[in-house]
């Protein structure tokens, strides 16, 4: 035969949407708090975003051209998205040359080392977010609470800090009220953290829009948050003043930046419902665990990374109905 069915990387649908527009629903989503982010922040969170959206944008051209020897894909928008998530999850304080090496190993390691869009296992912009919590500790965890003395803000504990530093001591739960963000400040964003992180209103606010859109699907963000919010709150049935109650989880820290715009990349996550729901249910689960019995006060980064490596175990198992089965 002259030719060959060639069998590609998922996702394998066919539609009319092109990559091109499905990046700028996604970009157009993440305005709102970004914005945000602008305001709270100030020039640092600008410094910031720049640095990593231009960094992403010089890396992906630099390495398929001449290294890759390919065509350069900057046109598609998938490093300017990489580039802002990249923003989205560090401290607006962070040196530039720390956002630069990050998005270094995001485009070089996390994307374009296993040949480009469409065939990354992992989601890049938290592969950069791991290599510098891993290799800096102490920068990427001094977090601005605003903008108020300039890009060098004062510096503060996140609300999970707060509550991993307050357990850890021995302080029970109606102790550490006074000292915690309310859920009403965590929602509106009046809190320190990265630039992701404050405004839990407007991270759903543009995860309506990607699903209005249809960029997304309720399954995976639903199954996270649902079950982080199902754990935390028999953990806390069983002991309220060893455990917070659930809400306090869904909005603080990354839950909803992970689970509306990260988990649902199209690449790195399963292909069917049922899969989804899976892979959500697994996030959810290692995310309250690390943040209730682990080291770390956050873990939903590293959820959804090693979640993005059971994906393809998922898609093997949980397949659709073949073509005809089931039919009348």
């Keep these: 035969m002259s030719k060959h ?20 629903w996604v970009v157009l989503a993440m305005v709102p708090a970004l914005a ?31 290294l890759l020897k390919s065509e350069p894909t900057l046109m598609d928008g998938s490093a300017l998205v990489t580039g ?18 990050g998005a270094l190993v995001a485009m070089g390691i996390g994307k374009l080392s296993f040949g480009g869009l469409g065939n990354n296992p992992f989601n890049p912009a938290l592969v950069g977010r791991v290599f510098l919590l891993i290799s800096f500790p102490v920068e990427m965890t001094l977090w601005p609470v605003n903008a108020n003395s300039g890009i060098d803000g004062v510096t503060g504990a996140t609300p999970l800090a707060l509550l991993k530093e307050g357990i850890k001591s021995g302080t029970p739960i109606s102790e550490l009220a006074s000292e915690i963000p309310s859920n009403v400040s965590m929602l509106l964003g009046n809190i320190g953290g990265s630039l992701g992180e404050v405004s839990a209103l407007l991270l759903i606010l543009g995860g309506l829009f990607m699903l209005y859109k249809k960029v997304i699907t309720w399954h995976v963000p639903v199954s996270i948050l649902g079950t982080i919010f ?13 455990y917070i109650e659930p809400t306090f989880h869904i909005l603080a820290g990354g839950a909803m930046l992970g689970a509306i ?14 899969g989804q729901i899976i892979y959500g249910i697994g996030i959810g689960l290692i995310t309250i665990t690390i943040r209730v019995f682990g080291a770390y006060p ?21 397949k659709p109905a073949g073509f005809g089965r089931g039919a009348k």
């Design 5 to 24: 069915l060639t069998v590609s990387p998922s996702p394998h649908v066919k539609g009319s949407e092109s990559v091109q527009k499905i990046m700028l």
């Design 261 to 274: 715009y990260m988990a649902t990349d199209m690449v790195t996550s399963p292909m069917t419902a049922k």
């Design 84 to 101: 802002i998530l990249l923003a989205f999850n560090v401290p607006s304080t962070l040196p530039v040359w720390m956002i630069i090496a």
């Design 230 to 242: 199902a754990v935390a709150g028999i953990l806390w049935m069983v002991n309220p003043e060893q």
């Design 298 to 318: 956050e873990g939903i980064s590293f959820a959804i990374l090693i979640m993005n490596g059971v994906t393809p175990l998922i898609n093997r198992y949980v």
């Design 36 to 66: 945000w982010s602008f305001m709270v922040f100030g020039l640092g969170a600008v410094r910031t975003t720049l640095t990593a959206i231009l960094a992403c944008l010089l890396f992906e051209f630099v390495i398929q051209k001449y």
